[in-house]
């Protein structure tokens, strides 16, 4: 995804949460400077809703309590401002229960890597692993956050308006659960899914994966992701944490793939959220922002394949640690889940979309790269070295695992097993959505 548009850019040590005198001109101005940045606006997304209820009032109110104030702020050439927030004040220690919280600023070591998952059967000059200062966009700016400081995404007004309240930004909303097809509540079934599912005898400490980054096209309001899923619990009060890429321009205001997290403690009913659009992520590192542009996604080129390693495991305080290409990120401390306070019962990796069937069919939003499994290495995205952390600390290969595609005419996925491959298990997934013929 080369060849962005470079820009002066600046930097200001203003706080995120001063309050305009005007309040109609807070609201011109948000919505005229995300139209100069070519973002779609909230009207545009505001439709046939009616936000009545949203006051600018309220909605300052709110952002002056998620964006804290910043010891530097660096405009990213997305759109995006990332404040970079004393890593003691950010958003995080709001939430109750880490009121006594104290960081683990030194990380212990990560579970060990049964066997050489260095070397590639395949061709390594292939595939180009993102990694370093530079895998997301806000990094053209060339500006870092200082020392003691971590890098988190403002939250603008036109983000809350584009969610149907402040209560409901940045939250999913209680669904079918993807692998048991049960539904949790009335709302019509809009997910779709193509996932590798494992669900063992013993418990699991953790997950990882390799996975192919690509952009694909999302309708409006629709929102494509791949990501791998911790998940423990009964279906009512499931706790989860999931962790990858998405589109979702609802959320973000742009087509961007972004690195994207999520937790919930309760089936999504009230507790967590995308990102640290609530208090909960504990962020330590000062160089990836969570809900931040990938720079670079993959092209139908077998040369032009780019991948995050992700892997969420815990350490020996409890902690859930992130670690996205080998940079420890942040984590979720146990004492914000009840299942998944200890352990994992399910793992699971794959693409999720969202089809509202805006015009009476089904989406034209694509999983993965938009290709299906068949077309292989280089058109259909994937994932390999699909691994499970036990309760010795190792990385190992995941057995027993299953597939499901929950409407396999539009989105598939092909699962490849083999003890002789250190890529597998790997699969490729995705699909186009819509056609006449086979996705009406």
């Given at each position: 995804?080369?060849g962005l548009?470079?820009r002066?850019r600046?930097?200001?040590?203003?706080?995120?949460?001063?309050?305009?005198?005007?309040?109609?001109?807070v609201?011109f101005?948000?919505?005229f400077?995300?139209?100069?940045l070519?973002?779609?606006?909230a009207?545009?997304?505001?439709?046939?809703k009616?936000?009545?209820?949203l006051?600018?009032?309220?909605?300052?109110?709110y952002?002056?309590?998620?964006n804290k104030?910043?010891?530097?702020s660096?405009?990213?050439p997305?759109?995006?401002i990332i404040?970079?927030?004393d890593?003691?004040k950010?958003?995080?220690?709001?939430?109750?229960?880490l009121?006594?919280?104290k960081i683990?600023?030194?990380?212990?070591?990560?579970?060990?890597?049964?066997?050489d998952?260095?070397n590639?059967?395949?061709?390594?000059?292939e595939r180009?692993?993102?990694?370093?200062w530079?895998?997301?966009?806000?990094?053209q700016?060339g500006?870092r956050?200082p020392?003691g400081?971590?890098?988190?995404r403002r939250i603008?007004?036109?983000d809350v308006?584009?969610?149907?309240?402040p209560?409901?930004f940045?939250r999913?909303?209680?669904r079918?659960?993807?692998?048991?097809?049960?539904?949790?509540d009335?709302?019509?079934?809009?997910?779709?899914?193509a996932i590798v599912n494992?669900?063992?005898?013993f418990?699991?400490?953790g997950?990882?994966?390799?996975?192919?980054v690509?952009?694909?096209f999302?309708?409006e309001?629709?929102?494509s992701?791949?990501?791998?899923w911790?998940?423990?619990?009964d279906?009512?009060?499931r706790?989860?944490?999931e962790v990858?890429w998405q589109?979702?321009?609802?959320?973000?205001?742009?087509?961007?793939?972004r690195?994207f997290v999520?937790?919930?403690?309760?089936g999504?009913?009230?507790?967590?959220?995308?990102?640290?659009?609530?208090?909960g992520?504990?962020?330590?590192?000062q160089?990836i922002?969570v809900?931040?542009?990938?720079?670079?996604?993959?092209?139908?080129d077998?040369?032009q394949?780019?991948?995050?390693n992700?892997?969420?495991?815990?350490?020996?305080?409890g902690?859930?640690?992130l670690?996205?290409?080998g940079?420890?990120v942040g984590?979720w401390p146990p004492?914000l889940?009840?299942y998944?306070?200890?352990s994992?019962?399910i793992v699971?990796w794959?693409?999720?979309?969202?089809?509202?069937?805006?015009?009476?069919?089904?989406?034209?939003?694509?999983?993965?790269?938009?290709?299906?499994?068949q077309?292989r290495?280089g058109?259909?995205?994937?994932?390999r070295q699909?691994?499970?952390v036990?309760a010795?600390?190792?990385?190992v290969?995941p057995?027993?695992?299953s597939v499901?595609a929950?409407?396999?005419?539009c989105?598939?996925?092909d699962?490849h097993l083999?003890d002789n491959?250190?890529e597998s298990?790997?699969?490729?997934?995705?699909?186009?959505?819509f056609s006449?013929t086979?996705?009406?």
């Amino acid at each position: 995804m080369g060849g962005l548009l470079q820009r002066n850019r600046r930097c200001s040590s203003s706080s995120s949460s001063d309050i305009p005198l005007s309040l109609f001109m807070v609201f011109f101005l948000a919505i005229f400077s995300e139209r100069s940045l070519g973002v779609v606006s909230a009207l545009e997304y505001s439709k046939d809703k009616q936000p009545s209820s949203l006051t600018l009032e309220n909605i300052q109110k709110y952002l002056s309590n998620i964006n804290k104030p910043a010891v530097l702020s660096i405009e990213s050439p997305d759109g995006d401002i990332i404040d970079c927030i004393d890593k003691w004040k950010q958003p995080a220690f709001d939430n109750p229960l880490l009121k006594n919280h104290k960081i683990q600023m030194l990380p212990p070591d990560m579970p060990r890597v049964k066997g050489d998952e260095n070397n590639s059967s395949r061709k390594n000059e292939e595939r180009v692993e993102i990694s370093g200062w530079g895998k997301q966009v806000w990094h053209q700016n060339g500006t870092r956050c200082p020392k003691g400081t971590v890098p988190i995404r403002r939250i603008k007004v036109d983000d809350v308006l584009r969610a149907q309240s402040p209560h409901d930004f940045g939250r999913k909303q209680p669904r079918k659960d993807p692998f048991f097809n049960v539904t949790v509540d009335d709302d019509p079934d809009t997910h779709e899914y193509a996932i590798v599912n494992l669900d063992p005898e013993f418990v699991m400490f953790g997950a990882s994966a390799k996975i192919n980054v690509w952009n694909p096209f999302t309708e409006e309001e629709e929102m494509s992701l791949a990501q791998i899923w911790l998940v423990a619990g009964d279906v009512i009060d499931r706790n989860t944490i999931e962790v990858g890429w998405q589109v979702y321009p609802r959320l973000y205001g742009d087509s961007g793939t972004r690195l994207f997290v999520y937790w919930t403690a309760d089936g999504y009913e009230s507790t967590g959220c995308y990102n640290i659009d609530c208090p909960g992520f504990v962020q330590v590192d000062q160089t990836i922002v969570v809900g931040g542009t990938l720079l670079q996604s993959s092209t139908p080129d077998p040369s032009q394949q780019y991948e995050a390693n992700v892997k969420i495991s815990k350490d020996s305080n409890g902690n859930w640690m992130l670690t996205y290409d080998g940079i420890q990120v942040g984590y979720w401390p146990p004492i914000l889940f009840t299942y998944l306070r200890e352990s994992a019962e399910i793992v699971q990796w794959g693409g999720e979309v969202v089809n509202l069937q805006l015009d009476g069919s089904h989406t034209k939003t694509h999983m993965g790269s938009g290709q299906f499994p068949q077309e292989r290495y280089g058109k259909a995205a994937f994932f390999r070295q699909l691994r499970v952390v036990d309760a010795n600390d190792d990385e190992v290969l995941p057995s027993d695992i299953s597939v499901y595609a929950s409407n396999p005419n539009c989105y598939n996925l092909d699962l490849h097993l083999s003890d002789n491959d250190e890529e597998s298990p790997f699969f490729f997934y995705g699909g186009p959505g819509f056609s006449t013929t086979l996705c009406p």
